[in-house]
């Protein structure tokens, strides 16, 4: 695994609610909630659905609009259907260079 800069500083600062980037040959959304930042793939494993186009944040939860699925931000464990299955979760840090996602 290796650590890939996938957003400058200012970039980073400007995130709303997702930034969608891709790293390693992976599709990532990552986002901040606090001064905490989390990267998760960028894909519902219900029905493929882009979280950066169409997920929300509550409480610490990913909440996917298509279809309801929920999973947890930190771990990306099911807390809802109707998936069944978890999101893949990356290590992600702000450093001197900008954003760096561990893929």
């Given at each position: 695994m290796a650590w890939h800069r996938v957003a400058s500083s200012e970039e980073a600062g400007g995130v709303r609610r997702w930034l969608p980037v891709a790293a390693g040959g992976q599709e990532i959304a990552v986002t901040r909630l606090g001064e905490d930042w989390f990267?998760?793939?960028?894909?519902?494993?219900?029905?493929?659905?882009?979280?950066?186009e169409e997920a929300s944040i509550e409480n610490g939860r990913i909440v996917c609009n298509c279809h309801g699925s929920e999973f947890d931000l930190r771990t990306g464990e099911v807390l809802r259907g109707p998936a069944e299955y978890p999101v893949r979760t990356f290590a992600v840090r702000l450093g001197d260079g900008g954003l760096e996602v561990e893929v």
């Open positions: 990267a998760v793939q960028d894909r519902c494993t219900h029905a493929g659905c882009a979280f950066s």
